[in-house]
């Protein structure tokens, strides 16, 4: 075989991880190195010179697009398809072992996996069946404290109290939320590493099955594992493994989820043989953002330290908008990207990135405003919708009647006449006889109830079971268009007029073509539909719907770990809110912060934005801000300031010590306004100037009247009295 395609273009430090022997190697190196890049040649090269199976090779990286583009790039080095070849996420691998050997795993072999809302529904639900107060406990804390007992590899029984009253609360309420798993056959996302991790670990004899079959392991973004990753890993290695990882300890951007950026010196104790590559020339970005953000990450004071230069070009600088509030920034991304778009760009070059979900909400209404298409990863997915989640519930009740959240989820939507007291004496019998809410429909239907009441949950229970036989045996697709009809959800949505109703039903239908675009893994040993379902609670932070459609890519920084587009725009660079609030005090923390500024950075090939505003309106709130300290960390050579286009006061921000200077408007005449001016209106009375566009006789001021809320004015027009 002609090994040069894989070997050509990496440089040297690069072919010389690629080309390692098999012994446990670790890659470590900064953003845009080419990590990424010698991981899939690395699977290649084995493949193809050292002859090792693709069965033989098991690759882990951090989503399951970042997944299919590495099979992909695989495929293409080596010119065929790479059947068998593990390639996933943890929570996919993990999740794969356990539908195979259920039964080692002591799961039922239809469980259900619970995504994080699920569980804090259910975790919800327990408060309120053990009759405890949820302001008190609340059910957050509980589910991040079970969550991070998981990813540390800790069952209820190795928890100790350690005599603190609040602990043994939450140590109790784990315990119940475990039987309630137990009970319903479901699987939340810490669960499905911890399982798989005893699953290895109590079944010697396949874990040696295991460890024969996979000698190669690859790891991405290693950095970011958490305890009960790592450990998975290590059972795999056992002696004779050899574990490639890749990482960056700059990039550790999880620690809030139990992710140990340590690991990278454990896996030089645990694998004394380890040899280390470097890599240190980046081919992402231009010099001048490569520059920026080394600047920003060398403010950190625990780092491994390394050197990343390249050779590129220069480039444009760095520019920012000091936005007056949340719509001006908008405006401003939305202005530029549509200059963009209008030059001959692909929209999917782009990507808008922001450190809170929720800031997410007024760019889209901007990007929608602007006919823009776009796509949110990781905020409001599509299977986290509604309607999305009820049609899921039937479909995970056909599939399994003890799930009871999904029994709860639907058992009155659309509704049939089966009240709240009802699924209360449900619940009451279903806890008293440790069973299944279905059972207790049964139960209780044919027992305690009115006639009427039982006449509906009895009618629900058949349509359930008619659903279910009237379903099985056809495509998945089918499947999913009976049940969203004769459910009834359809028609319930359609009676809901307008908008709103509208896109719900066309999102019902979306997912009749998601599962007709679905196509089963021949790998997986499970009916299509078990498949979907498990896809569908798998795969729902990672934005799939539209895929096809060139769009506008929205994420958080977080999000956007491994990608890279050529125009980036970070939003809301406010302290505050990134960094954020809670980090700011804390020494850690702000490290933390740092490196997720780094990763926004780093993820711009040719053109950066960063944007700040004055005010901003978020969760409701009015926040007054300062730029972020990470722009003033950003060397002045490197920065753009961008001119408003009337000109206004803003916020000079940045390493001129964050001042302000005032200005005013020049609309035609210089009648003097800034934004901020206290104004009086003939008809509205007294308000505040909060935004303004345009030029003389065209310029508009956006004002905040007290009493008359926020209005736009014509300048020329309003007769507005300064104050
Ligand atoms: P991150 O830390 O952000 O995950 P990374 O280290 O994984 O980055 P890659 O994504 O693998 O970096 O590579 C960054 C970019 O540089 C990619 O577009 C990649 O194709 C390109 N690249 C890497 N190495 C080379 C090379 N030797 N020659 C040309 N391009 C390269
Ligand atoms: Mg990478």
Not at 582 to 602: F, H, K, M, Q
Request: aromatic share 8%.
């Amino acid at each position: 075989m002609d090994v040069t395609p894989i070997l050509e273009s990496l440089n040297d430090a690069q072919r010389q991880a690629v080309t390692a022997p098999a012994e446990p190697t670790l890659v470590i190196a900064g953003a845009g190195s080419g990590k990424t890049r010698v991981l899939v040649h690395r699977a290649a090269w084995l493949i193809d010179v050292e002859g090792v199976s693709p069965q033989g090779l098991l690759a882990v990286t951090f989503t399951n697009k970042a997944a299919a583009e590495m099979r992909g790039r695989i495929e293409a080095l080596l010119d065929m398809p790479v059947n068998h070849l593990w390639i996933g996420t943890f929570h996919g691998l993990a999740h794969r072992l356990l539908r195979r050997h259920w039964r080692e795993a002591e799961l039922p072999q239809n469980f259900q996996i619970i995504d994080s809302d699920d569980q804090l529904r259910l975790i919800k639900r327990l408060l309120k069946n053990l009759e405890i107060d949820d302001s008190r406990w609340v059910p957050r804390e509980i589910q991040y404290f079970i969550n991070a007992q998981k990813d540390e590899g800790l069952r209820p029984k190795h928890l100790d109290d350690d005599g603190d009253p609040n602990r043994r609360q939450m140590i109790s309420f784990y315990k119940e939320y475990e039987e309630v798993c137990a009970r319903g056959g479901l699987v939340d996302f810490a669960e499905l590493l911890l399982r798989a991790h005893e699953l290895w670990r109590d079944n010697p004899e396949l874990l040696a099955h295991y460890q024969r079959r996979f000698q190669h392991l690859l790891v991405d973004e290693f950095q970011d594992t958490n305890a009960i990753q790592y450990a998975w890993l290590r059972l795999l290695a056992g002696k004779e493994g050899v574990p490639f990882v890749v990482g960056d300890d700059d990039q550790s951007i999880y620690r809030w989820r139990g992710a140990r950026v340590e690991h990278i010196h454990q896996f030089q104790k645990d694998f004394p043989s380890t040899s280390v590559v470097k890599l240190e020339q980046n081919y992402r970005s231009t010099a001048t953002i490569l520059n920026a953000a080394n600047a920003v990450i060398a403010n950190n004071n625990s780092r491994m330290g390394k050197n990343l230069w390249t050779d590129g070009a220069d480039g444009e600088a760095i520019k920012m908008y000091a936005a007056y509030n949340e719509r001006d920034e908008s405006d401003f991304v939305i202005g530029r990207l549509r200059d963009w778009i209008d030059h001959g760009n692909v929209r999917a070059d782009a990507a808008i990135l922001y450190r809170s979900n929720a800031q997410s909400r007024v760019l889209e209404e901007s990007l929608i405003n602007a006919g823009i298409p776009y796509r949110v990863y990781g905020g409001l997915r599509f299977f986290e919708r509604a309607e999305i989640k009820d049609a899921l519930a039937y479909l995970r009740l056909i599939a399994n009647r003890d799930d009871d959240s999904s029994f709860e989820r639907v058992v009155n939507r659309p509704t049939r006449g089966i009240g709240a007291r009802t699924v209360e004496s449900m619940r009451a019998y279903a806890r008293a006889n440790s069973c299944a809410m279905w059972r207790a429909a049964g139960a209780i239907a044919s027992d305690t109830l009115t006639s009427r009441s039982a006449n509906s949950v009895l009618a629900f229970l058949n349509l359930i079971e008619r659903m279910a036989r009237e379903t099985s045996g056809l495509d998945l697709q089918d499947q999913v268009d009976h049940v969203i009809h004769a459910s009834g959800l359809v028609d319930y949505f359609k009676k809901d007029k307008g908008e709103k109703g509208e896109t719900r039903v066309e999102n019902l239908l979306e997912l009749v073509s998601a599962a007709k675009s679905f196509e089963p893994d021949p790998a997986e040993e499970m009916s299509p539909l078990d498949e979907f379902l498990s896809h569908a609670a798998l795969e729902s932070g990672e934005g799939q719907a539209d895929a096809w459609e060139d769009c506008v890519q929205l994420m958080t920084m977080h999000s956007a770990k491994g990608l890279e587009f050529p125009l980036v725009f970070m939003c809301g660079m406010e302290d505050g809110l990134f960094p954020h609030q809670r980090s700011i005090a804390d020494p850690n923390g702000l490290e933390e912060e740092r490196r997720l500024c780094y990763v926004g950075i780093t993820r711009a090939k040719e053109t950066l934005y960063v944007t700040f505003a004055e005010q901003r309106r978020l969760h409701g709130m009015d926040n007054f801000s300062q730029p972020s300290r990470f722009i003033a960390e950003i060397p002045d050579e490197y920065v753009e300031e961008i001119r408003p286009r009337v000109q206004v006061s803003r916020p000079m921000g940045r390493a001129s010590g964050l001042s302000r200077r005032q200005s005013s408007i020049a609309p035609g005449d210089d009648i003097g306004i800034r934004l901020g001016q206290r104004v009086r209106h003939g008809k509205f009375g007294h308000g505040v100037i909060l935004n303004c566009e345009g030029q003389g006789a065209h310029a508009r001021v956006e004002v905040n009247f007290e009493t008359a809320g926020t209005k736009w004015l014509v300048l020329s027009y309003a007769n507005l009295d300064l104050m």
